[in-house]
């Protein structure tokens, strides 16, 4: 699925199931939290945390992406909410970047 496909499907979900879009200030909210859970289960998988239960391990990559996939949606609904073009921010983002960024990551020590 395109980004742009992506923005529309999320669109259209919003508008048959949904009902409406939450407010913008609303979905920010839920996105942070969203942030926050898949900061959570990065900490359990990835780092120094445990897991309270050993069940909650046993599926912790499928919700991780679960939980990452939470936080696409929202983020694709603020885009579509305030007119954003996801994949035409992407593509001027990853120029900008390419820019800037063109010697920087090569000359860094820390990543050799």
């Given at each position: 699925?395109?980004?742009e496909?992506?923005?529309?499907?999320v669109?259209?979900?919003?508008?048959?199931?949904?009902?409406?879009?939450?407010?913008?200030?609303?979905?920010?909210?839920?996105l942070t939290?969203?942030?926050?859970?898949?900061?959570?289960?990065?900490?359990?998988?990835?780092?120094?945390?445990?897991?309270?239960?050993?069940?909650?391990?046993?599926?912790?990559k499928?919700?991780?992406?679960?939980e990452?996939?939470?936080?696409?949606f929202?983020?694709?609904?603020?885009?579509?909410?305030?007119?954003?073009?996801?994949?035409?921010?992407?593509?001027?983002?990853?120029i900008k970047?390419?820019?800037?960024?063109?010697?920087?990551?090569?000359?860094?020590?820390?990543?050799?």
């Open positions: 699925m395109t980004i496909a992506a923005q529309k499907e669109d259209n979900w919003i508008q048959t199931i949904g009902i409406r879009y939450y407010n913008e200030l609303t979905n920010m909210a839920i939290e969203e942030v926050g859970e898949v900061a959570r289960l990065m900490a359990r998988i990835y780092g120094e945390q445990s897991f309270k239960r050993k069940e909650d391990e046993v599926n912790a499928e919700n991780l992406g679960d990452m996939a939470d936080v696409l929202v983020l694709i609904c603020l885009a579509n909410q305030t007119g954003i073009d996801l994949t035409a921010a992407l593509e001027k983002n990853l970047k390419s820019i800037r960024d063109k010697e920087r990551h090569a000359n860094n020590e820390k990543l050799k």
